[in-house]
């Protein structure tokens, strides 16, 4: 399987977000090998977008989760309220929101244990700085990062969970990484997940990679075995943009089934 999942950031209110949800059920009408797709609009939109995409292919997501349940915590969204409005998963400790808005690796684990607490799939942002990578600190920094989020994280039979390898460099940059370097990090995150995350079945977890992916470049990163899916950012608010990715998402789909 694929999973492709649009992070439609603040970028889009409530109407624009129903009318991307909307031209997003048009891109997949009439297709038959279709990807997981995941739309997280910013969460003033949910519901509205949930009313388009209810009973349809494409799951709603959110951009951020609160830890506690209820309380005191102006401003804050808990994960209890996300499933009351038919979220089934949330990004947690996006690079944008570490960088600028507080989020330690000690929050995001407390986050993506909430998350799963109720039942949401959490989709973990991990992923090095470009001086990170120059002093050649890459696989420690998303050792550290993943390490910490999967403290305490036991994977019931149902759960589902995401890492998204995010290079901080890469997003919204244009600069994507290699595929090869994009597989090669695939590849030690998964060996991490196999340590950090022993009692997971087949299917329960993936890789994702997310920065500068575009409608001509997803194919190269959607054909690796090592890479699972995509978050796109930028692209998913571009609704020509996201169909070539979903079709490339396609593309390779059928391509593995006729093999
Ligand atoms: P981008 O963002 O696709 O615009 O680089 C990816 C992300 O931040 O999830």
């Known amino acids: 399987m694929k999973t492709i999942v649009g992070n439609w950031k603040m970028n889009v209110g409530t109407r624009e977000s129903v009318a991307l949800a909307r031209g997003v059920l048009l891109a997949l009408r009439g297709k038959r090998t279709l990807p997981e797709v995941v739309a997280c609009p910013p969460f003033v939109a949910l519901s509205e977008v949930r009313k388009i995409v209810a009973r349809s292919h494409v799951a709603l997501g959110a951009q951020d989760v609160f830890w506690e349940e209820t309380g005191a915590f102006t401003g804050e969204v808990s994960a209890r309220m996300l499933t ?76 589902r969970l995401f890492v998204a390898y995010e290079p901080v460099w890469a997003i919204g940059s244009g600069t994507p990484a290699t595929p090869a370097d994009a597989v090669a990090m695939h590849r030690f995150i998964k060996s991490l997940l196999a340590d950090f995350l022993p009692q997971q079945k087949d299917g329960q977890v993936g890789v994702l990679y ?50």
């Open 210 to 259: 997310g920065g500068s992916i575009d409608g001509k470049n997803a194919y190269a990163f959607l054909r690796e075995n090592e890479i699972d899916g995509l978050l796109v950012g930028g692209a998913s608010v571009k609704l020509n943009e996201f169909s070539d990715i979903l079709a490339a998402a396609m593309d390779v789909l059928e391509g593995q089934l006729s093999r």
């Open 84 to 159: 009351e409005l038919g979220t089934t998963h949330v990004i947690v400790g996006h690079s944008e929101r570490r960088a600028q808005l507080g989020e330690t690796d000690e929050t995001v684990n407390k986050k993506t244990l909430a998350a799963l607490a109720h039942g949401l799939t959490p989709i973990i942002c991990v992923g090095e700085t470009a001086a990170e990578r120059e002093a050649g600190e890459a696989e420690a920094v998303v050792k550290r990062e993943l390490r910490t989020a999967l403290h305490h994280v036991k994977l019931k039979p149902k759960d």
